[in-house]
């Protein structure tokens, strides 16, 4: 899948922009010790995004950087929730909690809308497809060139769409939805820290009828980070995180199964690449004493959910 950039998208009409039936959006933020990534996106935000009903919340996960104090120095206008200790990625729940808009953005604190017009074009397409409860961006990190989305349509679960693949996508730094749709599920799990809290709510929204989209008109920058966890870290939650999230959604009888994929998978991850072979392993072996847990949630897939999300496994067990 390509990105191509089209200068179109950088205008909005000023006619569009008093149009009285656009809803008021909010836009939530994670942040945790990133204060010089937020205060970019926030400038971002507050000063190239062309919309006229916004209200931003700024989750911050107890930072110790001096985030806070940068918020309320430079960006007084934007509301802020302090947590006392790093909750990980359920803080994002906060933002369900305390938003007053029709849709809930969620970036990244290295994340933002690529052109002013992008939320302005994603509102606009929500609001003509009432069947669709979610939108998930395709996001470019413009550093590296790299499109982190690339291929996922291949993943889809129905037909091919002109403008949108229908599947379990959550770009965790880019998405769009609707708040009554948000508060249909149960949010982001508290046990998760980072890594694959996307496809856990993906799943969430599958099991309860709701309709995610992943639609690559809209482009979503990410700046990845100078203040990334380290690669064996994000190796150990990934390899934790998905054995979590095999026992939490899948019927009993088809974890064995799919457990030995992912486990078969981490084995040729430990080939490739070497030196993250500790990571998988502690990984791998956390997230099987803490199954427990995950075992014991409620709802799970139902068989036909099952069968129905037969090109999903590829999309699962991709990265090797």
């Known amino acids: 899948m390509s990105t191509v950039w089209d200068a179109r998208h950088w205008s909005i009409a000023d006619a569009d922009l008093k149009d009285p039936t656009l809803p008021l959006i909010t836009i939530g933020i994670l942040n945790y010790n990133r204060c010089d990534d937020l205060r970019q996106t926030l400038d971002v935000i507050t ?15 107890g930072s110790t950087d001096g985030s806070i104090q940068m918020l309320a120095h430079e960006f007084p206008n934007v509301l802020s929730y302090e947590v006392q200790q790093n909750n990980g990625v359920s803080s994002r729940n906060i933002v369900t909690r305390l938003a007053k808009g029709k849709y809930v953005f969620h970036f990244d604190n290295d994340s933002n809308p690529a052109t002013p017009a992008t939320i302005f074009r994603v509102v606009k397409y929500l609001e003509s497809h009432s069947e669709i409860d979610a939108i998930s961006m395709s996001c470019y990190q413009p550093l590296t060139g790299i499109t982190e989305t690339e291929g996922w349509n291949n993943y889809r679960l129905r037909k091919k769409s002109e403008h949108a693949f229908e599947g379990i996508f959550v770009v965790e730094g880019g998405s769009c939805f609707r708040l009554d749709s948000l508060k249909k599920v149960q949010g982001y799990d508290e046990k998760w820290t980072y890594g694959s809290e996307g496809i856990d709510l993906g799943l969430q929204f599958f099991k309860n009828g709701l309709k995610i989209c992943l639609c690559p008109e809209f482009l979503t920058l990410h700046f990845f980070s100078s203040n990334m966890r380290p690669s064996d870290r994000r190796a150990y939650m990934n ?24 486990i078969s998978r981490r084995v040729i991850a ?4 070497k030196g993250t072979w ?7 072996k956390d997230g099987l004493k803490d199954i427990g847990y995950f075992l014991n949630a409620r709802p799970k897939l139902t068989w036909r959910q099952v069968i129905e999300l037969r090109r999903f496994y590829f999309f699962l067990f991709r990265w090797a």
Do not use: F
């Open 239 to 262: 390899s934790r995180h998905m054995i979590w999230l095999i026992a939490k959604h899948w019927p009993l009888l088809a974890l064995p199964i799919l457990i030995m994929i992912l």
């Open 278 to 284: 500790r990571a998988n392993l502690r990984g791998l």
């Open 47 to 61: 000063r190239g995004i062309r919309y006229p009903s916004i209200e931003i919340i700024v989750i911050d996960n």
């Open 270 to 273: 430990l080939l490739m690449h």
